[in-house]
């Protein structure tokens, strides 16, 4: 039986090294391990035979297997290095794979056609800290002291200054037109730049409220900027980003910055101005308030009023992204659902 044994092993351990391809492998592994291998039926017998004999058999049959072990677990590594991709059937004329990359969120997108249309006006792109002070986010803009924006219920203001006054009472900006007069003062007269960013309200979120969204601010200021040029520039801006003539009216609206204040919609690009569930069935949609800037915001800019004038507009960005794609619920935009966010890539 010990003779028997010897020539199993070497009989076995010359397949192994012998094998030229995995599938080969495959198959002695089973001829020499499996059930019905040599090897198994010697150990089968061991119950049959004298206790010396069976230890004896017992220990050089379990020796073998596991050379075999060894042995196969090798060979498949030098079988796996030695394969080349060639070996393969390659066809060239396969659709490559698509990497998963992201991709621009509509919003995004939106900001930068309209950081475009500005530039190609002679605007420049400003940006300034999220975090504001009192001075800049209401003192500056003409809001009465006792303007209920300035409670914390609507602006988060910054823990440990909420006592103080003026440029020491800190807080998220709750609106970007603080930095106009930041812009201003650093650069004076005339000027015409946009700002966009995030602001920020302490108010409770539901469906149609966030507690921080993205605003994109223009402001325009010179000699002699009249109301007209202020509608040219929304109808320019509108036609730039949309590629084609879109028609605006305006409307009165109260901003403590502005004197006058408009509010401003276009007409509804989803249903042509006919009434659809986006723009409340009546044809127009509000896309962005504005106005002419106030005289006191002027002085808090240093500018002086009888020789300067200018025009705000405040674009809400998913406005512009609904009419631009027809899409009919706000909510979609801040979902993070990727099956719907995909679309626009
Ligand atoms: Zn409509």
Not at 226 to 251: D, P
Request: net charge negative; aromatic share 8%.
């Amino acid at each position: 039986m010990k003779s028997k044994l010897e020539e199993i092993r070497n009989e076995g351990l010359k397949r192994i090294v012998g094998a030229a391809n995995m599938e080969l492998l495959q198959d002695i592994r089973k001829d020499l391990t499996g059930k019905k291998s040599p090897l198994s039926e010697v150990l089968k017998k061991l119950g049959g035979l004298e206790p010396e004999m069976r230890k004896e058999i017992g220990i050089q049959a379990t020796e073998i297997k596991n050379v075999f072990a060894e042995m196969l677990a090798q060979k498949e590594e030098e079988l796996i290095a030695a394969k080349s991709v060639l070996d393969e059937p390659l066809d060239l004329t396969l659709p490559g794979k698509l990497p998963g990359g992201g991709a621009l969120h509509p919003i995004t997108q939106m900001c930068y056609d309209l950081n475009d249309a500005f530039l190609s006006l002679g605007f420049e792109v400003y940006s300034e800290d999220d975090i504001s002070s009192e001075k800049y986010a209401f003192d500056n803009l003409n809001f009465a002291p006792d303007h209920p924006a300035r409670q914390s219920m609507d602006t988060f203001w910054l823990e440990g200054t909420e006592e103080k006054s003026g440029t020491e009472r800190l807080c998220l900006r709750p609106h970007l037109t603080g930095g106009s007069v930041r812009y201003l003062l650093k650069h004076g007269a005339p000027a015409r730049f946009v700002y966009p960013g995030r602001v920020y309200r302490n108010e409770t979120t539901d469906a149609r409220h966030e507690r921080a969204f993205f605003q994109y601010e223009a402001l325009i200021v010179d000699r002699d900027i009249s109301f007209s040029s202020g509608i040219v520039m929304i109808q320019t801006i509108l036609e730039k980003v949309f590629g084609r003539k879109i028609n605006v009216r305006m409307r009165e609206g109260f901003f403590p910055f502005t004197e006058p204040g408009y509010e401003i919609d276009m007409e509804c690009l989803v249903c042509g101005g006919k009434g659809c569930r986006v723009c409340n069935h009546n044809g127009w949609i509000e896309v962005m308030p504005g106005g002419v800037i106030h005289p006191n915001v002027l002085r808090s800019a240093n500018l002086d009023p009888e020789e300067w004038t200018g025009f705000y507009i405040n674009i809400g960005l998913d406005r512009l992204v609904m009419m631009r794609y027809g899409v009919d619920d706000v909510r979609l935009f801040h979902s993070a659902d990727l099956r719907f966010l995909k679309q626009f890539r």
